[in-house]
């Protein structure tokens, strides 16, 4: 036998795959290993920075919990889950275009009545969401829903408040007959991501901003169309262009008009200034 080398190392641990494995697995796994060893090759990797790569990676996991995310978070802000998404959900003709899902996503929320109200008590300017929701025909789809979940008006999401989880600024609504959607929280507000794990130390390594665009996540789905994970971006935000996550493009970009106190559209009378926002929702076939 020969001594495996820096320039044999590499077909070594290829050949070493047994002919069991299926052609997906074999071309995924094969791909890694190639381009992990081309990288070691091509900054000359030395010990130490090998170990704190396996430090930090450590330590990623380890930031993990029933509410957060560390490696979505790393995934995001090296811009691979817009490029996932990318590679997965092409926009067809005006379709809703996707984005990143992020950290915060909560499943199984509460359905509130059409029209209702999901900010439960959080700080922030009030806001009316509506629109409608077609095919990528314009025909209106009754019964879609949306799975909605936001920062409140200080930038924080429910899941990142200290003691037993309250949900809040979450909820799902369902379209009527007309396909059109209505329910009210709050404008969320510029933030951002969380810098105190192994995702803002590489952040502060590569010396780069960490605020996102204010922005509403949301999923939508109806029946025979393709769910869609999204969000809406508010127009007047400074950081439109500098999304720390890459997750913003021009078709998600939503105007929230300003209002001073008084009667809003459907009959709320409000003490403090609020905003409307309205955003139809184009869903391509299944
Ligand atoms: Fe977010």
């Known amino acids: 036998m020969s001594d495996l080398d820096v320039t044999t190392l590499t077909d070594a641990v290829l050949a070493r795959m047994s002919a069991q494995v299926t052609p997906r697995t074999r071309q995924l796994i094969g791909a890694l290993v190639r381009h992990l060893h081309d990288f070691a090759r091509e900054v000359e990797l030395t010990e130490a920075e090998w170990f704190t790569a396996i430090d930090f990676l450590t330590r990623t996991g380890q930031n993990c919990t029933e509410n957060r995310q560390e490696f979505i978070l790393l995934s995001d802000i090296l811009g691979l889950s817009s ?3 990318a590679l997965n959900h092409p926009v067809a003709a005006g379709s809703l275009a996707s984005s990143v899902l992020g950290p915060f996503y909560l499943p199984d929320v509460p359905e509130v009545p059409l029209g209702g ?9 009030p806001t009316r969401y509506t629109g409608q929701i077609t095919d990528t025909a314009g025909q209106p ?10 920062s409140d008006g200080e930038g924080w999401y429910d899941v990142q408040k ?9 909820g799902r609504v369902r379209t009527g007959a007309d396909g059109r959607y209505a329910f009210w929280s709050i404008k969320p507000a510029d933030y951002p991501v969380p810098t105190d794990g192994p995702a803002g130390e590489l ?7 960490a605020m996102r665009p204010g922005h509403l996540h949301f999923i939508a789905s109806a029946p025979g169309c393709a769910s869609v ?4 971006f508010a127009s007047d935000s400074p950081y439109l262009r500098s999304d720390a996550v890459f997750g913003v493009s021009e078709s998600l970009v939503a105007v929230f008009e300003h209002h001073l106190p008084g009667v809003a559209p459907d009959g ?11 955003f139809d929702i184009r869903l391509r076939p299944d």
């Open 162 to 170: 200290p003691g037993p989880l309250q949900t809040s600024a979450r």
């Open 117 to 125: 109200e999901l900010a439960s008590g959080v700080p922030g300017t």
């Open 268 to 278: 709320r009378r409000l003490e403090q200034a609020f905003c409307t926002v309205n």
């Open 83 to 85: 490029l996932v998404i």
């Open 203 to 209: 952040l502060r390594a590569m010396d780069r901003d």
């Open 141 to 150: 789809l009754a019964g879609a829903v949306l799975d909605i979940w936001s």
């Open 229 to 232: 994970t999204t969000q809406i």
